[in-house]
């Protein structure tokens, strides 16, 4: 397996942490076990606890072979845990390609909209222009619907990278969204292929990428395929490799980190800071 390019540490502001909350059936890692709002709730406050600044709630999954959730049932699950969230002032996060979810989510005070096809479908663009919510865009080699199985050449994926968000974020700013309510997030796992090489590159240009677009950057390698292929570890076991890659993410510049352990990445975080900042001997 070809390794990345090395890339020099970028010293900087710590990553602001997204804590994932999945009220669905079927995620990959933590299926049915917030379903239930209580639960769910109190998943997030937990979050919070552990140092989120911000909980994203995912209504639907979206890996390979995730069952289709429509818009109804998403408002249904979203509806109880984001006015309670909403209603303690902590900001949230909701991640769907819908855009009747996304205007629903607008409506109950979301601070985030994360899409994974990135807003394809201009008819929601009067709203987000509308809308004070941040728009996290989000690039897949899929381009629409979940995740897909694929295997891709690492070495095409800066430039298709850079094309799709060359075109999304003409068309967004055209539509009178301004650059400062966005956050790209190049994709990783499935996103990008199942071989894991794609994301390795993905995480080693973060600090290019910033460069080029001069925007902040979102990643989420939690729990992500590419470090089960990596290591030969499953979802649940796969905390040192989630930490590993989030870590070097954030010392490569990474504006936001979106994990399921909030815990572990802000003790991390801490600890890095420390000793960046310690003096020599």
């Known amino acids: 397996m070809r390794q990345p390019e090395t890339v020099a540490p970028v010293a900087g502001p710590a990553p602001r942490l997204i804590g994932i909350v999945n009220i669905t059936e079927d995620s990959f890692s933590d299926g049915g076990r917030y379903l239930a709002p209580a639960d769910a709730v109190a998943h997030a406050l937990q979050l919070r606890t552990d140092g989120a600044d911000i909980i994203e709630l995912g209504p639907a999954a979206s890996h390979p072979g995730s069952r289709p959730v429509d818009a109804a049932e998403q408002r249904r699950r979203l509806s109880p845990v984001l006015d309670r969230l909403a209603a303690e002032g902590i900001p949230v996060s909701v991640d769907t390609l819908h855009p009747q979810v996304q205007r629903f989510a607008i409506a109950q005070g979301a601070a985030y909209l994360n899409d994974i096809q990135g807003f394809p479908d201009p008819a929601i663009y009067p709203a987000l222009a509308a809308s004070a919510c941040q728009l996290i865009v989000m690039h897949s080699v899929q381009r629409t619907g979940p995740a897909t199985r694929v295997v891709t050449e690492p070495a095409g994926i800066p430039e298709r990278i850079g094309q799709f968000f060359s075109r999304r974020l003409a068309a967004l700013e055209a539509a009178g969204i301004g650059r400062d309510r966005i956050v790209i997030d190049p994709g990783l796992g499935y996103f990008l292929g199942s071989n894991p090489e794609p994301s390795l590159a993905v995480l080693a240009g973060i600090t290019r990428l910033k460069e080029t677009l001069g925007l902040p950057v979102l990643v989420s390698p939690s729990r992500k395929s590419f470090l089960r292929t990596i ?51």
């Open 231 to 281: 290591t030969g570890k499953d979802a649940p076991h796969s905390g040192a490799a989630t930490l590993a890659a989030e870590i070097f993410a954030a010392w490569q510049g990474a504006d936001y980190i979106r994990t399921h352990d909030v815990a572990a990445i802000r003790d991390a975080l801490t600890v890095l800071g420390a000793l960046a900042f310690s003096p020599s001997p």
